[in-house]
C-alpha cells in the first residue's frame, strides 16, 4: 500500500472574478522510502500543491489518503497527528525561521506543541536534532541569522525531522544555496532518508538536481501531471513534448549554443487554453488537440504520458 | 587587441576588501563568463567596471582599459558618455531595473535620444524597431505598454532592448537569467547570443550557473572569495579543471546529461563554507581545500600559465600536472 495517495486532487482559487486552476486534476502516490520529484515552471501549481497535501491549502476536490486513511475526513486532533507525520522544508529558511526565536525555541517548540516527553527530555532531542544534521550543540543559543545559508537549511531540515515525521515535502530546498552548498545538504537529505526511513516529495524547477535526487518523477504543466516514470525510463524515454523541452531547455555542454526549444511564454493560470493546455507551445500539436484534452495513459514500465501524440514523437 | 583589458583591480570597502588584484580581458565578438557563488565579488566586478560601486566602496587599485581608455581614471561626465552607448549593462531581476510609472517605449527612446539626439518620433520608430529585435511579438502596440503588464522573459527582453539601443561594443550580464524560467531561460540566452554576433559586440556573462557557461562562454574566469582561481577556454576548463576549486565545483553539481543518481552513491561534496575564506592569510580555498598544504596557509597563490590560455592560482596541482605533463610527454 502506498504511503501517500492523492486521487483527483483540484485546488482552485477565486481571484478577482477568475478562478485559478491552480491544481487541476491530480492523482499520484508515494511509497514507503520513496523520493518523489515534482518539476515544472512557474505557475505550474507545485507549490501550491505541497501545501494542499499538508492541508495548509484546502483542497476544492479529490482525495488525499495517508497509510489508507483519508485526510480529508479527519478531526482535529487527527489532523494534527497527520501533520506531525508530514513536514515541511522551505526554500528560503530565512524567511522559514522565526528570526527572533532562538534555535532551542525553534527547534522545541514544535516538540512542545505536539506534547513531546517533558522539558528535559526535549533538550535531549534537540541537541540530537543538532549532531544529526552536522551543526554544533552550541547553536542552540543562537538566533537563525548568525548562521549562513546553508547551516540554516540545516537547521530548518533539523526542525522538520524533529517530530519524526515519515514524508518530507521539500520544496525548493537547495535553489537559493550555492552550488558548493548544494551538495553537502543533496547529501544530508539522502543520509536523513536511509537513517530514518523517510519518504520525500521533492519539488523543483530543476531538472538536475531532480535527475539526481528523484527516484520517480512527476512534470507538472498548469497544473496538471502531463507524464510521470522511474526515473530511468522517464530521463531516456521522454514522451510527453513538454518534457522533453523542458530537458532540451537545460544548458548542456555537448550541445553548444543550440537554439531555444519552445517560443512563447508560459500561458498564465488564470487563462488556461482549451483542449491540451499545452497545445500553443507544443510543435506537435494538431487541431485535436485544441479542443480534447488528452487524458493520461499508462505506456508500461510504470511511466504515463498525457499527449495525444506521444507516440508519433521521434525518439528522444 | 583586446576590447576590455582589466588590470590587477582591488575593490575596497573601509573594513573589508571584496575584490583583489583581478585581471583578465574580453576581445572583440567574444563571451567570457566570470563564474562565481556569492560572495566571490563577481557583481561588484562588474559594477567597478561601470563606475556604479555602491557607496563606501571603491577602486583602491588597478586598471580598466576599455579600447585603450582607463575607465578608472575619466571624470563622471566622460564615464556617462561610455556607460549605455560602449559598455551597456543588464541585471538579474528585470523588474526592479524598469521604471514602472514609464513605458516601454518612454525607457528606451530615453537611451537613444541621449546617446544619439534622435528626435521624439525617430526616438519612438527606433523604439518599436528595438522591441522588434529583441523578438516582442506586436512591438508597435507594446510600446505604449507599462513593465507590469509583461512577463518576466518579456520584461529582461526590453532590458536586452535598451541595453543594446546604442550597439555597445561590450554587454556585461549580471545573472540575466537566474530569475527565468528553464525554458525562458534558453530563448533569452539564445536571444542574447544572436545579438552579440548580429551586433558585434562582447559578451560578459556573469553566472554562478556552470551549464549556462558550459554552453554559451568562449572562456572562463573562475573567481573565489575575490580572487580569480582558474582562467580558461570552456573546453580545457569542463574537460580538465585544475583548480581544486572548479573541480570541486564540478563534482558537486549535478548535470542532467551524465548518468549519476542518488542510488548509486552521494555527490562529491565540497566541505565548509565561503565564510572561512575571511580568516585566511594564505589561499582563500585553503580552509575547504582536499590537496592543502603548510604553505598555502602562508602565502596567496598567483595565477600561473598551465598552457598559453590556462592560467591557475594553484601551486600544488600546477605542480601536478605539469609533472604528469612531462611523464606522459
Same mark, same amino acid.
Given at each position: 500500500?502506498?504511503?501517500?495517495?492523492?486521487?483527483?486532487?483540484?485546488?482552485?482559487?477565486?481571484?478577482?472574478?477568475? %478562478?485559478?486552476?491552480?491544481?487541476?486534476?491530480?492523482?499520484?502516490?508515494?511509497?514507503?522510502?520513496?523520493?518523489?520529484?515534482?518539476?515544472?515552471?512557474?505557475?505550474?501549481?507545485?507549490?501550491?500543491?505541497?501545501?494542499?497535501?499538508?492541508?495548509?491549502?484546502?483542497?476544492?476536490?479529490?482525495?488525499?489518503?495517508?497509510?489508507? &486513511?483519508?485526510?480529508?475526513?479527519?478531526?482535529?486532533? +487527527?489532523?494534527?497527528?497527520?501533520?506531525?507525520?508530514?513536514?515541511?522544508?522551505?526554500?528560503?529558511?530565512?524567511?522559514?525561521?522565526?528570526?527572533?526565536?532562538?534555535?532551542?525555541?525553534?527547534?522545541?517548540?514544535?516538540?512542545?506543541?505536539?506534547?513531546?516527553?517533558?522539558?528535559?527530555?526535549?533538550?535531549?532531542?534537540?541537541?540530537?536534532?543538532?549532531?544529526?544534521?552536522?551543526?554544533?550543540?552550541?547553536?542552540?543559543?543562537?538566533?537563525?541569522?548568525?548562521?549562513?545559508?546553508?547551516?540554516?537549511?540545516?537547521?530548518?531540515?533539523? $526542525?522538520?525531522?524533529?517530530?519524526?515525521? $515519515?514524508?518530507?515535502?521539500?520544496?525548493?530546498?537547495?535553489?537559493?544555496?550555492?552550488?558548493?552548498? &548544494?551538495?553537502?545538504?543533496?547529501?544530508?537529505?539522502?543520509?536523513?532518508?536511509?537513517?530514518?526511513?523517510?519518504?520525500?516529495?521533492?519539488?523543483?524547477?530543476?531538472?538536475?538536481?531532480?535527475?539526481?535526487?528523484?527516484?520517480?518523477?512527476?512534470?507538472?504543466?498548469?497544473?496538471?501531471?502531463?507524464?510521470?516514470?522511474?526515473?530511468?525510463?522517464?530521463?531516456?524515454?521522454?514522451?510527453?513534448?513538454? %518534457?522533453?523541452?523542458?530537458?532540451?531547455?537545460?544548458?548542456?555542454?555537448?550541445?553548444?549554443?543550440?537554439?531555444?526549444?519552445?517560443?512563447?511564454?508560459?500561458?498564465?493560470?488564470?487563462?488556461?487554453?482549451?483542449?491540451?493546455?499545452?497545445?500553443?507551445?507544443?510543435?506537435?500539436? %494538431?487541431?485535436?488537440?485544441?479542443?480534447?484534452?488528452?487524458?493520461?495513459?499508462?505506456?508500461?514500465?510504470?511511466?504515463?504520458?498525457?499527449?495525444?501524440?506521444?507516440?508519433?514523437?521521434?525518439?528522444? | 587587441?583586446?576590447?576590455?583589458?582589466?588590470?590587477?583591480?582591488?575593490?575596497?570597502?573601509?573594513?573589508?576588501?571584496?575584490?583583489?588584484?583581478?585581471?583578465?580581458?574580453?576581445?572583440?565578438?567574444?563571451?567570457?563568463?566570470?563564474?562565481?557563488?556569492?560572495?566571490?565579488?563577481?557583481?561588484? %566586478?562588474?559594477? #567597478?567596471?561601470?563606475?556604479?560601486?555602491?557607496?563606501?566602496?571603491?577602486?583602491?587599485?588597478?586598471?580598466?582599459?576599455?579600447?585603450?581608455?582607463?575607465?578608472?581614471?575619466?571624470?563622471?561626465?566622460?564615464?556617462?558618455?561610455?556607460?549605455?552607448?560602449?559598455?551597456?549593462?543588464?541585471?538579474?531581476?528585470?523588474?526592479?531595473?524598469?521604471?514602472?510609472?514609464?513605458?516601454?517605449?518612454?525607457?528606451?527612446?530615453?537611451?537613444?535620444?541621449?546617446?544619439?539626439?534622435?528626435?521624439?518620433?525617430?526616438?519612438? $520608430?527606433?523604439?518599436?524597431?528595438?522591441?522588434?529585435?529583441?523578438?516582442?511579438?506586436?512591438?508597435?502596440?507594446?510600446?505604449?505598454?507599462?513593465?507590469?503588464?509583461?512577463?518576466?522573459?518579456?520584461?529582461?527582453?526590453?532590458?536586452?532592448?535598451? +541595453?543594446?539601443?546604442?550597439?555597445?561594443?561590450?554587454?556585461?550580464?549580471?545573472?540575466?537569467?537566474? #530569475?527565468?524560467?528553464?525554458?525562458? &531561460?534558453?530563448?533569452?540566452?539564445?536571444?542574447?547570443?544572436?545579438?552579440?554576433?548580429?551586433?558585434?559586440?562582447?559578451?560578459?556573462?556573469?553566472?554562478?550557473?556552470?551549464?549556462?557557461?558550459?554552453?554559451?562562454?568562449?572562456?572562463?574566469?573562475?573567481?573565489?572569495?575575490?580572487?580569480?582561481?582558474?582562467?580558461?577556454?570552456? #573546453?580545457?576548463?569542463?574537460?580538465?579543471?585544475?583548480?581544486?576549486?572548479?573541480?570541486?565545483?564540478?563534482?558537486?553539481?549535478?548535470?542532467?546529461?551524465?548518468?549519476?543518481?542518488?542510488?548509486?552513491?552521494?555527490?562529491?561534496?565540497?566541505?565548509?563554507?565561503?565564510?572561512?575564506?575571511?580568516?585566511?592569510?594564505?589561499?582563500?580555498?585553503?580552509?575547504?581545500?582536499?590537496?592543502?598544504?603548510?604553505?598555502?596557509?602562508?602565502?596567496?597563490?598567483?595565477?600561473?600559465?598551465?598552457?598559453?590560455?590556462?592560467?591557475?592560482?594553484?601551486?600544488?596541482?600546477?605542480?601536478?600536472?605539469?609533472?604528469?605533463?612531462?611523464?606522459?610527454?
Amino acid at each position: 500500500m502506498a504511503l501517500l495517495s492523492v486521487e483527483n486532487l483540484r485546488a482552485h482559487y477565486r481571484d478577482g472574478g477568475a %478562478t485559478l486552476r491552480a491544481v487541476d486534476d491530480v492523482s499520484f502516490q508515494i511509497a514507503a522510502g520513496e523520493t518523489v520529484g515534482l518539476v515544472g515552471e512557474s505557475g505550474c501549481g507545485k507549490s501550491t500543491l505541497g501545501k494542499t497535501l499538508l492541508r495548509l491549502v484546502n483542497p476544492t476536490s479529490g482525495r488525499i489518503l495517508f497509510d489508507g &486513511q483519508e485526510v480529508g475526513g479527519l478531526s482535529e486532533r +487527527a489532523l494534527r497527528q497527520y501533520r506531525r507525520s508530514v513536514q515541511m522544508v522551505f526554500q528560503d529558511p530565512f524567511a522559514s525561521l522565526n528570526p527572533r526565536h532562538t534555535v532551542a525555541e525553534i527547534l522545541g517548540g514544535p516538540l512542545a506543541v505536539h506534547g513531546v516527553g517533558d522539558r528535559k527530555s526535549r533538550i535531549g532531542q534537540t541537541q540530537d536534532a543538532l549532531d544529526r544534521v552536522g551543526l554544533p550543540r552550541d547553536a542552540l543559543k543562537r538566533y537563525p541569522h548568525e548562521f549562513s545559508g546553508g547551516q540554516r537549511q540545516r537547521l530548518g531540515i533539523a $526542525r522538520a525531522l524533529i517530530l519524526q515525521p $515519515r514524508l518530507v515535502i521539500c520544496d525548493e530546498p537547495v535553489s537559493a544555496l550555492d552550488l558548493s552548498i &548544494q551538495a553537502q545538504i543533496l547529501n544530508l537529505l539522502s543520509r536523513m532518508k536511509a537513517d530514518l526511513g523517510l519518504s520525500y516529495l521533492f519539488i523543483s524547477h530543476d531538472l538536475s538536481v531532480v535527475r539526481y535526487f528523484a527516484d520517480r518523477v512527476l512534470v507538472m504543466y498548469l497544473g496538471r501531471i502531463v507524464e510521470s516514470g522511474s526515473w530511468r525510463s522517464l530521463w531516456s524515454r521522454p514522451l510527453h513534448p513538454y %518534457t522533453r523541452a523542458l530537458i532540451d531547455a537545460v544548458p548542456n555542454p555537448t550541445r553548444r549554443r543550440h537554439a531555444a526549444p519552445l517560443s512563447g511564454d508560459l500561458p498564465s493560470p488564470r487563462q488556461i487554453p482549451s483542449g491540451c493546455r499545452f497545445h500553443p507551445r507544443c510543435p506537435l500539436a %494538431t487541431a485535436r488537440c485544441q479542443v480534447e484534452e488528452p487524458i493520461s495513459r499508462a505506456v508500461g514500465d510504470g511511466q504515463t504520458v498525457a499527449c495525444h501524440h506521444a507516440d508519433l514523437s521521434p525518439i528522444h | 587587441m583586446a576590447l576590455l583589458n582589466v588590470e590587477d583591480l582591488t575593490i575596497a570597502f573601509p573594513r573589508a576588501t571584496p575584490v583583489r588584484g583581478l585581471s583578465f580581458s574580453v576581445n572583440p565578438r567574444e563571451t567570457v563568463a566570470l563564474v562565481g557563488e556569492s560572495g566571490s565579488g563577481k557583481s561588484l %566586478t562588474a559594477l #567597478a567596471l561601470l563606475g556604479l560601486l555602491p557607496s563606501g566602496a571603491r577602486i583602491a587599485s588597478g586598471r580598466v582599459a576599455f579600447a585603450g581608455r582607463d575607465l578608472t581614471a575619466l571624470k563622471d561626465r566622460d564615464l556617462r558618455a561610455v556607460r549605455g552607448r560602449d559598455i551597456a549593462m543588464i541585471f538579474q531581476e528585470p523588474m526592479t531595473s524598469l521604471n514602472p510609472v514609464l513605458t516601454l517605449g518612454d525607457q528606451i527612446t530615453e537611451v537613444v535620444r541621449l546617446h544619439q539626439g534622435l528626435s521624439r518620433a525617430a526616438a519612438k $520608430r527606433r523604439a518599436v524597431e528595438l522591441l522588434d529585435l529583441v523578438r516582442i511579438p506586436e512591438p508597435q502596440r507594446r510600446v505604449d505598454e507599462h513593465p507590469h503588464q509583461l512577463s518576466g522573459g518579456m520584461r529582461q527582453r526590453v532590458m536586452i532592448a535598451i +541595453a543594446v539601443a546604442c550597439s555597445p561594443k561590450l554587454l556585461i550580464a549580471d545573472e540575466p537569467t537566474t #530569475a527565468l524560467d528553464v525554458t525562458i &531561460q534558453a530563448q533569452v540566452l539564445d536571444l542574447l547570443d544572436g545579438l552579440r554576433r548580429d551586433l558585434d559586440m562582447a559578451l560578459l556573462l556573469i553566472t554562478h550557473d556552470l551549464g549556462v557557461v558550459a554552453e554559451w562562454a568562449d572562456r572562463v574566469v573562475v573567481m573565489y572569495a575575490g580572487r580569480k582561481v582558474e582562467e580558461a577556454p570552456f #573546453a580545457p576548463l569542463f574537460a580538465a579543471p585544475l583548480h581544486p576549486y572548479t573541480r570541486g565545483l564540478l563534482n558537486a553539481s549535478p548535470r542532467l546529461e551524465e548518468g549519476h543518481h542518488h542510488s548509486l552513491g552521494p555527490l562529491l561534496e565540497i566541505p565548509g563554507s565561503i565564510a572561512s575564506a575571511a580568516a585566511e592569510t594564505g589561499c582563500a580555498f585553503a580552509p575547504r581545500c582536499p590537496l592543502v598544504r603548510a604553505a598555502c596557509r602562508t602565502r596567496v597563490p598567483e595565477p600561473m600559465a598551465a598552457a598559453d590560455d590556462h592560467s591557475v592560482a594553484c601551486p600544488v596541482t600546477f605542480t601536478r600536472e605539469s609533472e604528469h605533463g612531462l611523464a606522459v610527454g
